[in-house]
Nanobody
Framework: VQLQASGGGLVATGGSLRLSCLVS????????MAWFRQVPGKEREFVAA?????YYADSVNGRFTILRDNGRNSVYLQMNTLKPEDTAVYYC?????????????????WGQGTLVTVSS
């Protein structure tokens, strides 16, 4: 199973971006999928997850939406009303079950990361 994240870039405060995560090696199905982010020097932080349930970090709830497209075997992170503190490398991840969790240690597969920079 391979995950390929894309869609990062530079955006002004208040702007929007949509990140994509293409899954190869198996069908997306109902496997748990998530987005995490990491700032250099800090621990990886949970952003959103979709599986049996959908979860969002408090810091992004109401601004970010995790979307699944089984036809394209892809998961997306729609990010609106971006803030400078959203600047990070964003990673997609997947479990081998329908589990969706905020615990990064429970994910089996990770994409390579895509950089999001929000200018103030």
């Amino acid at each position: 199973v391979q995950l390929q994240a894309s869609g990062g870039g530079l955006v002004a405060t208040g702007g929007s971006l949509r990140l994509s995560c293409l899954v190869s090696g198996r069908t997306l199905g109902r496997f748990g999928m998530a987005w995490f982010r990491q700032v250099p020097g800090k621990e990886r932080e949970f952003v959103a997850a979709s599986g049996y349930k959908i979860y969002y970090a408090d810091s992004v709830n109401g601004r970010f939406t995790i979307l699944r497209d089984n036809g394209r075997n892809s998961v997306y992170l729609q990010m609106n009303t971006l803030k400078p503190e959203d600047t990070a490398v964003y990673y997609c991840a997947s479990t081998d079950s329908t589990l969706a969790t905020m615990d990064s240690s429970l994910y089996d597969y990770w994409g390579q990361g895509t950089l999001v920079t929000v200018s103030s």
